[in-house]
Structures are given as structure tokens and as C-alpha cells.
């Protein structure tokens, strides 16, 4: 049995956790830069708790809340000025995906020149500012993952930086903070945690520890289904779906995302579709493409939800999910030459040929 197992970020969760658990923060240095969004930390009560945390420390603090969604490269840039301006030696992040990512883009920056051509090289020196997480959205899983995924408009798509050195050190995960989400947010964003877990059952580099997890991940997910279509998830549930995300985010760190993110991708370049629900269009097709060669694996994954095939799965899904946008064909054309061309679709163990991805895209999206 091949296994490697690597998850150096310290997780803490429970309701309070960031004030129970304080003290940990004070090893990260004398001054953070806390890297949010414009608006929902202040509105959900983890902004305050991560400053009076710092406060408690004695530990200085600075603010920089211009993260948009889905971060764009000039946005790490502008905040690693603002970590070097603010003479920070740590970095805390709070917020959904965009945040996070944003935030270890910026801690690699404040401490590497690294030209805008070779941001992405993979090519880094080993000195990235510590940082703790908080994420306040279940979906991404980014606290505990190496990837920070960028807009990145040269190649019309977004791009990740991969490198073991962006693992968080902390990850503070307390589900009061989800309690405000909108209904569309808490479905798009549960959607990429239960991608995440079922892409990496797909993922060639899956091994019997991250299925263990993905599998844990995706009931957990399937049992706040029905919650989360009516809007009515209880803290429990909250728990539950952070946990799952959690969950997902360690499993993609091991195996990588499929051409399902890859795919999903274009769709929010192009067409502004949240991330979560990008991927949740397009889940169930792709796994009916992997059922043709696969289907004991398809089967093992569609019957955590309880459910008896990649069909069902997709209808559950497109249930969720409401109310589907329109789409032309030419435009999906020109998201399958840009998706073919994506690292990650290698990775999962049907390797989709264009045609098939075309098929994917249409299959999915024009009725
Ligand atoms: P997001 O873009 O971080 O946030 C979406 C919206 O939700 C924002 O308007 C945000 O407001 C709001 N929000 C966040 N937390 C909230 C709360 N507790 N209550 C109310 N509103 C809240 O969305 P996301 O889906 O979490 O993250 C998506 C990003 O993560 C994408 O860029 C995706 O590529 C990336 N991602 C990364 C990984 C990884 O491994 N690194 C994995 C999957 C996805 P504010 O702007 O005011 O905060
Ligand atoms: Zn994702």
C-alpha cells in the first residue's frame, strides 16, 4: 500500500474557538496583517474576535480589506506592499476562499521579489510570512490546502500558486461565523466542498487515506442536503458542512482538483458564475463520463449520498442548484480549448478528450 500523508496546519474548531485558543497566535510574530474582504468579517462578529485575540496577545494589527472575489494578481501584489508597509510578521486571514487565497499569495510576496511572469513558477525561496486562517465560508477548504488560485487574465482563466510553504499554520474553524450566509453562497460553496471530495476520489493520486477522508466529507455534505435547499441548516449542520469542507480541502491537497474544476473555471472567467456552483454544473456529467469505465468507483461515491448513479447524483445536484443560466454553443467551444489545455485534467482517472469535454459542457449546460 502506497500512502503519503503531509497536513502541517493545526486545526481548531469548536464555537469560540479563536478566543479558546488565543495563545497560539502569539508565536506567529509582533504584527499582523489581517487580510479580509470589504465587508462580511466585520458583519459576522470574526474580525472582532481575531482582534481581540491579537489584543489579548499584546500582538499589533493592521487591516487589509480590498480581497475581491476570485483575486486577481494585482490584488496580492497591493497587499504584499501593504505587509511590507505595515512592517507585518504575520499574516491573518478571514473570509470565504477569496480572502484566504489572496492572503498566501501576499504572504509569499511580502517576503519574495518574484517577477509578475514567474508568479506561478513554482520557483519560491523558503522564507513566506507564518499565517493563520479563519475561514467563514464552507467550501474551499483553502485552510488547509498549499494552493492560492488567482485570476489570471493572460491566460483567461484562473491559475494557482502550489507550494508546500503555503500551508497556514492555524486554521480557527468555528460555524457561527456561516450563520449570516446568504441561501445562493451556502449551496455554491457546499457544492465545491463536495467537488473537492469527489474529485479526489477521481484523482490518480488518490490513495486509501484521502478517500477515507473524501468519503467522510461527502456524507457529511449529502446529510445537510435537504437543509440546505430549504435554507434552514442548523449550527449543527453549519458544523457539519465546515467540517466536510475542511475535509475536502485536506483530500485536494493530496490528490489535486480534475477537470472538473478546470472546466468550471471558464465558466466564472467568462460568465461570472460562483465557483462552487460552477463546478456543481458540471459534476454530474463528468462523473457520468467516469461511470462508463469506472463504475464500482462511481457507485461507491454516488452511494454515499444514498443515491444509486452519476444520474441521479446530477439531478440531486441540479435541484440544488435552481434556476440554470443560458449558453451558446460557440462559447463552450472556446471554454473546451481552454480546458483541455488545464493541468488538472490529466489528473483524474478518465483523462476527457476535447470532444469530450465539449460534450460535458453542453450536456450540462443547453437544454
Ligand atoms: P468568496 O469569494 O471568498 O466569498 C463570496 C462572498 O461571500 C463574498 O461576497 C463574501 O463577502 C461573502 N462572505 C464570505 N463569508 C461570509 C459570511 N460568513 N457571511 C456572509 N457573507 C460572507 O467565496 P468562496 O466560495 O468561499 O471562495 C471562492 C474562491 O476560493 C475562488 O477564488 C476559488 O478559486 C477559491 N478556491 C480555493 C481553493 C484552494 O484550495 N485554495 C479551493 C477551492 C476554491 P466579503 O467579500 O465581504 O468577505
Ligand atoms: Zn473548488
Known amino acids: 500500500m502506497n500512502i503519503q500523508f503531509f ?17 497560539e497566535l502569539a508565536a506567529l510574530g509582533k504584527k499582523a496583517l489581517i487580510v479580509t474582504g470589504r465587508a462580511s468579517a466585520k458583519a459576522n462578529g470574526s474580525l472582532a ?5 491579537l489584543s489579548a496577545n499584546g500582538q499589533e494589527f493592521e487591516i487589509y480589506d480590498k480581497v475581491m ?31 484566504m487565497d489572496a492572503a498566501k499569495g501576499i504572504a509569499l510576496l511580502a517576503r519574495q521579489d518574484i517577477p509578475r511572469e514567474e508568479l506561478f513558477s513554482g520557483n519560491y525561496h523558503k522564507d513566506v510570512l507564518p499565517m493563520a486562517f479563519v475561514p467563514t465560508t464552507a467550501g474551499t477548504g483553502s485552510e488547509v490546502t498549499p494552493y492560492s488560485i488567482l485570476t489570471n487574465d493572460k491566460l483567461q482563466t484562473k491559475t494557482s500558486i502550489a507550494s508546500p510553504l503555503l500551508f497556514p499554520k492555524l486554521a480557527f474553524l468555528d460555524a457561527k461565523y456561516t450563520e449570516g450566509l446568504s441561501k445562493a453562497t451556502a449551496v455554491n460553496t457546499a457544492i465545491d466542498a463536495l467537488s473537492h471530495s469527489v474529485e479526489g476520489m477521481l484523482s490518480i493520486r488518490a490513495n486509501k487515506l484521502s478517500d477515507c477522508l473524501a468519503a467522510e466529507s461527502i456524507r457529511g455534505i449529502f446529510s445537510c442536503m435537504d437543509s440546505l435547499k430549504a435554507g434552514t441548516l442548523s449550527f449543527e449542520e453549519r458544523e457539519v ?3 466536510s469542507s475542511m475535509l475536502g480541502g485536506v483530500v485536494i491537497s493530496h490528490t489535486g482538483t480534475t477537470a472538473v474544476h478546470s472546466m468550471g473555471y471558464s465558466l466564472t472567467y467568462f460568465r461570472g458564475i460562483d465557483h462552487g456552483r460552477a463546478n456543481g454544473l458540471l459534476l ?3 462523473l457520468k463520463l467516469v461511470e462508463k469505465t469506472f463504475p464500482e468507483k462511481v457507485s461507491e461515491i454516488v452511494s454515499l ?24 454553443a460557440d462559447e463552450l467551444e472556446k471554454y473546451s480549448d481552454i480546458a483541455v489545455n488545464a493541468k488538472n485534467v490529466k489528473n483524474g482517472i478518465v483523462v476527457p478528450t476535447k470532444e469530450e469535454i465539449l ?4 450536456n450540462s449546460l443547453m437544454r
Do not use: Q, W
Open 7 to 23: 497536513m502541517p496546519t493545526k486545526v481548531m474548531m469548536g464555537k469560540d474557538c479563536i478566543a479558546a485558543n488565543a495563545g
Open 49 to 53: 474576535d481575531v482582534i481581540a485575540a
Open 69 to 99: 472575489s476570485n483575486p486577481t494578481i494585482d490584488c496580492v501584489y497591493d497587499g504584499a506592499n501593504a505587509a511590507r508597509e505595515a512592517g507585518a510578521d504575520f499574516i491573518v486571514a478571514i473570509g470565504g476562499g477569496s480572502p
Open 241 to 243: 458542512l465546515l467540517y
Open 284 to 286: 454530474g456529467e463528468f
Open 305 to 328: 449520498g444514498g443515491l444509486p448513479s452519476a444520474n441521479e447524483f446530477k439531478a440531486k445536484l441540479f435541484e440544488l442548484l435552481g434556476e440554470m443560466e443560458s449558453f451558446e
Open 359 to 362: 460534450n460535458i459542457y453542453k
